[in-house]
């Protein structure tokens, strides 16, 4: 399988650690976001969404990385990523799209251009637009995983689950932009359990081999 | 069981289509978002995330109204709004993600409030932001239907799937904003057939309650 990735898109991160966790090995191919390689022709052929990632399975291509590793769970279910019962299974995905759909695209390049070319916003506008929504996003995700007793070594219980393939990228982005974590006790004691598996370390975008030749 | 709706929320329009599809009453809660009664301490007491919608169902609350519509899917299953192939359903999920993910966190009320207060945009511009990402998540929403010889009747095939679920609403939104939709043939073929179904037309905010109310 061929997974279309970018080391800093850490939607592509979440695939890369679900991957990982199932130990399903993929043949990465690089597309450079910052300099604009998903809007080429040849990923739109792939992709038509034209977003990362994408991931070429079972001869076909995947996007969104929800849906990704939805179908990774459906078709190689082995560990598995989402709990059995479906108020468990809801809670995962509960806590997986608050990052997703609440935090992230906010935060996401094409937002921070617009704010830049458009907004005229300067580097401290900038960052000052992302730390908010950081701030805002992760207590509502401490508040979330702290009241429940679902919450374990991880943050559905004790093994990894999808949820956990969310929260990490979106603690990396947290402190690439120097937020302050104090307040999220929960989730900076789940991201440390997470970051000991090598699953998520070896995910990481500093260990990416696009990484190393930018 | 409970909605904690609002008529003009896009998340929980996309859920009421859901539960009348599924042909399942419920008992709606009007939460005024733009007079921030989300923010209330009660309601914090059933929905830790403080936002809607919230269904409380066989006795939990569930939030994200995604991980609600796969909910009521997986001990609901009749109708179906997902299709039965792994493939399929990773195509439906990728188009509902495209919505959820790539477009209305954008454009949400939280997103607009900041433009107004923090960075002293006036309504022209707004309206400018919201329209440019009206504009780029339709033109990839219409890229993707466009190519598929999955697209049928509806998003996916000849039934109502959870993609026309987020599909209907975005559209909504787009036209009250006077969104240019002449570009996006398929995603306007797809809505007015939708429309055409009692569901859909029952759950718009103009026919709830709370927006007669207000």
Redesign the interface.
């Known amino acids: 399988m061929r997974l279309y990735t970018y080391f800093r898109s850490s939607a592509a991160f979440r695939v890369r650690i679900a991957l990982n966790l199932k130990g399903l090995a993929y043949e990465p191919h690089f597309v450079h976001l910052a300099k604009g390689e998903h809007r080429r022709p040849e990923y ?1 052929g792939i992709a ?4 990362l990632p994408t991931l070429v399975i ?1 001869e ?1 291509p ?3 990385s ?3 590793i ?2 990774l769970e ?2 190689r279910p082995n560990p598995p990523l989402l709990p059995k019962d ?2 468990g ?3 995962v ?2 806590l997986s ?2 990052v ?3 935090i ?3 935060n996401n390049l ?2 921070l251009t ?1 704010l830049r070319q ?2 005229g ?1 300067d580097e401290d ?1 900038v960052k ?2 992302y730390r ?1 929504w950081i701030a ?1 996003g992760l207590a ?2 401490e ?2 995983l702290a ?2 007793p679902d919450t374990g070594k991880f943050s559905h219980g004790d093994a990894p689950s999808m949820a956990d393939c969310c929260l990490v990228p979106q603690v990396f982005n947290a402190k690439r932009y120097d937020s302050d974590l104090g307040p999220y006790p929960t989730v900076m004691r789940l991201f440390g359990e997470c970051m000991r598996l090598q699953a998520f370390d070896r995910a990481q975008p500093s260990k990416q081999p696009d990484a190393m030749a930018s």
Request: hydrophobic letters at 35%; proline letters at 6%.
């Open positions: 739109a038509p969404q034209g977003l079972d076909q995947i996007s969104q929800l849906a990704i939805e179908y459906e078709t479906p108020l299974r809801a809670r995905r509960s799209l608050l997703a759909c609440e992230h695209p906010l094409r937002a617009y458009q907004l916003q506008g000052t637009w908010h805002d509502k995700l508040a979330d009241r429940s």
